[in-house]
């Protein structure tokens, strides 16, 4: 109940506080026999870190991880698979500034009207650095997923209103780790990145939308009529911090199609595979996969922390005026990029192993 | 894991299928010693209800329903509450023309490859008649709901490009029912049903977003870091047949907003009350209530069943052209007001006896 | 939460109460495609039926039910399926004399002090009427297990003080359904049966023991550490109305047996099948079944409603004496046969299906 | 599914196997704002500590734990609570002997069979060790307990055939700590050491029963129809390596008894509190406690290792003579105790949370 546990077969339970003693995962439900790919976490890990470019705050953490358990001779067990990333330096006195006051569209007043009490310290965990946990699971899905033949690649589609102008079929993904910003268009990408350089020069900051392709899923994945696979993956990524919004294939714009437009037709294609002409269902139909690809979008909001004067409340429901303090980032959302693969990589090897059962 | 269950601590569990003998729901862990209102579940019924207008389908479906279990002395117990509506004049002759075709955008192809086997009639547990089930369960969770001051109206915001142009305050909830396209807004709902109108006589269709607001939740709903309130609804929402999108708050729109603008600044409002002076969060902050209203919006596509040709695939993998018969919704949006509320009704009540292990 | 459904791929929620409209069960998770043996769920209803001889009570209910949902053309869907058994001539008043009493070692007292409130009709939701529902879900599940050569045969091996005095291995279970009493044993049997109903005619009642036994069942099924095979089953059974205890293997006997007697050796037997010498592990080690048969034993108590005067309390917590009116089982040991075999073939499908995650 | 989480509202999920880098537990939904007992856990962990006694395994083994996060100030935060025991010294090497030998009466065959792959050290995953975990998670819950007046007390109460020949109100808890078998009879528990030194000195083991007795748990904590108090119970007791056979109140006895004996008469007691004349429930009623104390009896099978040859098979299926190397338990109830008592705390802490959704 208490929400820190995602997935069905594949299960992850995330722990851990901005400035805790560490963040980590436990999995359950891993395959065993799976080679422990530990480059691969690694490099997720380092796509998540802070202090990585210019426009991400400059704050430097450590983002080495341990396995504490469920691997053996370099392979999983089958047992639970335990992940940790230790925290450094935590000085909490860094953070007396935070302990009276309620920092505005921050979950300062929420958590601590539901919890009765709260670790300040740098949000404690509702801090997005819990996200480091979803990233260390995302990559232990993605595992099993290369095995099978499932690719996942999400970029930035938009910042602010700096869109990129491609459609899916002409985006080549090898592009997006080609600047920092993570959109596979460098001419976009320059222009996304002034844009963020600017705002943070402001002390603001500023939101943007990633979009995600998955490649490779086979039919039958989702498990309706509630747990549908777009179902569970917008629960997945609006789960992330900051996120607003989710949509799957024509999303919103289905709105002003009429049903001859939208609707997918059936075909056989070129490869000789069943296709649908069109993808506006985003590879999903009735909940269910169906071979194509599966495409949705999220959007993500500016950062809550900015360098301005703000008015707020303190934790006596005094108004004050509140200006942040440190180093911070002024755009999330290339940042996000790893965690929203995650999240998708976590729930496709979970709806993969769910419909093993119908094998 | 079959994903016909949602819920943690009021958890239901829907069956039935578009042509079979009952569709219904079970609903464990519904309070005892509540009255159960009988009006109000037929009055629910009869919003989502087949018929009911010139722009919904002429089908007449019977909506009447029958408690199976649960309720004593016009009380529920604690114990399981069950609830159904039967089927009428099933005549399975009336659907072979399914047999055979994967209908473009339907679930035919899906089902058929995930279970080897599919009920045809009217398209059996992938209709949206199943949403029956869903607008019971909400009925009975709008009864405790009720008790606690909790309100929940949803209405149709916009239809292909006609949009109600209101803000939430501006908006009278009581002028919902007064059409119905339910937009409450008579000159507006004029446009879409006159819109509608004309998309069927083309034999087609044509989608719409529904805006849902709830009023009187308390702080502190919501179970972070995976099972976020907005997360949960989202899940819930997306869930409904014909969803591609949903967003809280501010959701796409945070996109092109900066920090400083999309901030809610805490305040005591002109009530001595804790609020924001925006409600960009839409009610929800770090996944937790935060006392302002819940705003949503989700975006439904247009129906698929549409009396034009279309090329598709028969269940041989041939190309053929098909136009479905019989009478269809040309648009879905005005049934799908009563199980967005619906879904929303479960959601609420189940995070709200989540939340009661805090008290 | 609310308990009223248990499994995990496999899984059934069940609800109704002794004196309301319908029991029934919904099935979430059946494998589709699936012939539907209508046989075998009425003869499995039967062996629980009230009334079928002279040691059970002679009370008639009628046991004949109906598919409500996920059954097409004779076979499962993959659809919830959902079964119903009506209750025929529910005459609450014919409880009224229960209304007031807490009646001594039933759920009387427990469920009025927990739900405030409760339907006295013939127990209400403690009925063991309510194993109905179990009986109709354990017979689909048992659908699946025959096809893959699971078998499942429980007997009763003790009333009173008379033991069924042969092992495992002696036993003949087509000998099972060849006496009223279901002790494999003709001649135990009839002393069973003799004292069964002496303790009628004192208008007392007494307890028994059931022995289960599960042959065919592959190497895998369990998923430890909390999960383990035995450790479900033993849940699964001690929910039944009336058990007091559960043993796998051999049970409270292992504590005056040394390791060196108690260790089962393995061996390859005659069959050139891998095996264990002995089966104290009652066919699971570690938590997941070894490929020897699985062997367990449940004690039921002795049925609480006798028709002698009973000191207790009543609901305004004043002494009064009581003496139940009506027919009652004297011994509910022979009818909860059916009850322990459809809670087993439940688990045991549940966790196939979990197992197949691995294949 | 995969089995290592365990509860629904407080959660556990455990880790680790007996010689990897640590073992541990991952706790969702603790009560925030609680005082943690740093001293509750260690002594706790010392309970269960192997080398506490001559009775007991000589191997040392270090059980100092660290928290990783949930903790804040020394309160609980409402965010999961890490706690870990790192282990010391692995040396796989040591194991190279069980490699390729499957133990008898060891989980080395199952795991190995179901997961094609196997931790051979000192049993990885399915070692006893991983009870370390349940130990933490148990002295959480007590936290919470112990402030709501809820106590258990588990002892040893058979070993072999010497039996603590004592009732429950007899019984003077002060004094299972008294001795290192932790029976509360100094008398009886000199003979059960004297018993376990001679098993032990002929490289043999021996098994035992444990009785537990829970006071001051208030009427309502249960779930009926599955989730029964005493059947969650009975799943968490079965579940602990070694554990056969579980009974509630009058358990297996209850078999000889007639109903005008084991039924528990409801009366006044001379507390002026609604008691019953004697206690065959076991506290539990219809699956709800009903405010006496909870009693059930657990059996555990002599500890599969002992020192004397056994015959076998290897993982090559060939027959194989066998004998234990090194340090292990002649008797390993004694050290079941804490482990009883943890999952008792872990089942009670959930009900009590269960049933909080009715206050």
Redesign the interface.
Known sequence: ??????G??F?I?????SH?????V?I??????ILFDFNLVQSDLNKRKPGQSKITTERIEDESF?????V?EG?T??????L?VKNKNQNPADYNHLKNV?R????D???E???????Y?GG???SAR?TVARVLAGSVAKMVLNDIGISIRAFVS????IKLEKNIEQIDFSEIENNIVRCPDDETANKMIALIEQ?KAEG??????ITCVCKGVP??F???????L???L???I??INAC?????????D???????????????NKNQQ?A??TN???GI??????GMDIVFKA????????K?N????NTS?E?IEFKAEGRHDPCVVPRAVPIVEAMTAIVLLDYY???????
Do not use: W
């Not at 505005?104 to 979950?107: F, I, K, L, T």
């Open positions: 109940m208490a929400g820190n546990s995602f069905n077969i299960k339970s995330t722990f851990g506080e805790g003693n560490a963040l980590g436990v359950d439900g891993m395959l065993p026999n341990e396995v504490l358990s469920g053996f392979k067990t089958g047992a639970p698979i335990t940790i309620f505005p569209s921050h979950a007043y929420t958590f009207q539901k919890y009765g009490f709260r670790d310290r404690g965990r509702q819990e938009q910042i602010h209103s705002v603001d900051s500023v939101g943007g939308i039919v039958g989702g498990e309706p009529v509630f747990n549908k777009h179902a569970e917008g629960k997945a609006l789960s607003k919004g989710f949509e799957i294939g024509s999303g919103f289905c709105v002003s199609m009429k049903g001859s437009e939208h609707n997918d037709l059936f075909e056989i069943i649908t002409h506006h269902s985003g139909q009735g909940g269910i996969s169906n959007a993500f909001k500016p950062v809550s922390t900015i301005q703000q008015y707020t409340l429901f108004n192993l769910l419909n093993k059962v119908y094998c």
